[in-house]
Nanobody
């Protein structure tokens, strides 16, 4: 059974940092692309970052324009975990953050073409 579990969210002041974790089970990161998405209150879910599978022929990471330079995605294959380091947090970063997985050996995508999703972790940026 494929599962993704996010953690690391919380309440943080503007300018602060968080590291979100996405622990996967039932599969490895060798063949699965991982994406991070977020949904702010009253808004549609949007992709913020993605990372290609370990075995990808076109290793890649991608970021939404709104988070470039502040968010960093990384992968620890031994721990079956993908991280999203979030720095210089802004109030507009508030939302529920989800990680998702899709089988693939190509470039990653921030479109919602993912078959497996976690339950989300809340990030609130407020003073």
């Amino acid at each position: 059974q494929l599962q993704l579990v996010e953690s690391g969210g919380g309440l943080v002041q503007p300018g602060g940092s968080l590291r979100l974790s996405c622990v996967v089970s039932g599969f490895t990161l060798d063949y699965y692309t991982i994406g991070w998405f977020r949904q702010a209150p009253g808004k549609e879910r949007e992709g913020v970052s993605c990372i290609s599978s370990r075995s990808s022929s076109r290793s890649s990471t991608m970021y939404a324009d709104s988070v470039k330079g502040r968010f960093t995605i990384s992968r620890d294959n031994a721990k079956n975990t993908v991280y999203l380091q979030i720095n210089s947090l802004k109030p507009e970063d508030t939302g529920v953050y989800y990680c998702a997985a899709r089988w693939g050996l190509g470039m990653c995508t921030m479109r919602e073409w993912y078959a497996f999703w976690g339950q989300g972790t809340q990030v609130t940026v407020s003073s």
